[in-house]
């Protein structure tokens, strides 16, 4: 079936660092959705990208869809301590609203 | 967006025992999905539930486990029947953003369960 990889499996930066975390796939998706969660909460929607070689941002989030459709990154400039949290990407899939989530990145940001 | 109210926010539960979750969204959705998160690990989508049909479950869930209702558009509870200790998760529920087109999903606070 299908299966999304995300990459690096955590970090471990320095406030004021850049944070580049991506996931790839072996299939095609029509829709790249970036997710954050905070302890003891659900996932909270960050960036949707909708078309291939879309680039987006939300603030300091930017997340671009890949041109192969097989693809996304996210990348967080100038890191903050409450960028803390679980970072998952989703492919929603061709054929129907099936939607296939990354195994996530565990950030973790020093003041 | 959807304002999805979970509850209970969590939980520790008896093994062999049954713990129903309820669902309430702020507005009339077509389809509810509930999700499993164990711990450390993705999420996992266990069934899709729509209002006046028997909900559809992924491989690897069964109804007799995971009884879902969907009473009405703005509802749904999960049930997690007979548990173990392996059914210590987060339960999500889930609902999509529709426009003219898809915009993502919406999620709930989950429900932190213990099954001891």
């Known amino acids: 079936g299908q299966q999304l990889n995300q990459s690096p499996q955590s970090m471990f930066i320095q406030e004021g660092e850049d944070v580049s975390m991506n996931c790839t796939s072996s299939s095609i998706f029509n829709t790249w959705l970036w997710y954050k969660q905070d302890p003891g909460e659900g996932p909270v929607l960050l960036i949707a990208l909708y078309k291939a070689g879309e680039l987006t941002s939300n603030g300091r989030l930017t997340a671009q869809f890949g041109i192969t459709r097989k693809d996304s990154f996210l990348n967080i400039s100038a890191s903050i301590p409450s960028d803390v949290g679980i970072y998952f990407c989703?492919?929603?899939?061709?054929?129907?609203?099936?939607?296939?989530f990354g195994a996530g990145t565990r950030l973790f940001v020093k003041a | 967006s959807a304002v999805i109210s979970q509850k209970p926010s969590r939980d520790i539960c008896q093994r062999g025992t049954s713990l129903t979750i309820q669902c309430q969204v702020d507005?009339?959705?077509?389809?509810m999905f509930w999700y499993r998160q164990q711990p450390g690990q993705s999420l996992t989508l266990i069934a899709t539930a729509n209002q006046g049909s028997e909900a559809t479950y992924e491989s690897g869930f069964v109804i007799d486990k995971f009884p879902i209702s969907r009473p009405n558009l703005t509802f749904s509870t999960l049930t997690v029947s007979n548990m173990s200790p392996e059914d210590s998760s987060i339960y999500l529920c889930?609902?999509?953003?529709?426009?003219?087109?898809?915009?993502?999903?919406?999620f709930g606070s989950g429900t932190r369960l213990t099954v001891v």
């Open positions: 989703a492919g929603r899939g061709t054929g129907g609203f099936k939607t296939i």
């Open positions: 889930s609902v999509e953003e529709m426009g003219q087109t898809f915009y993502g999903y919406t």
């Open positions: 507005s009339q959705v077509t389809m």
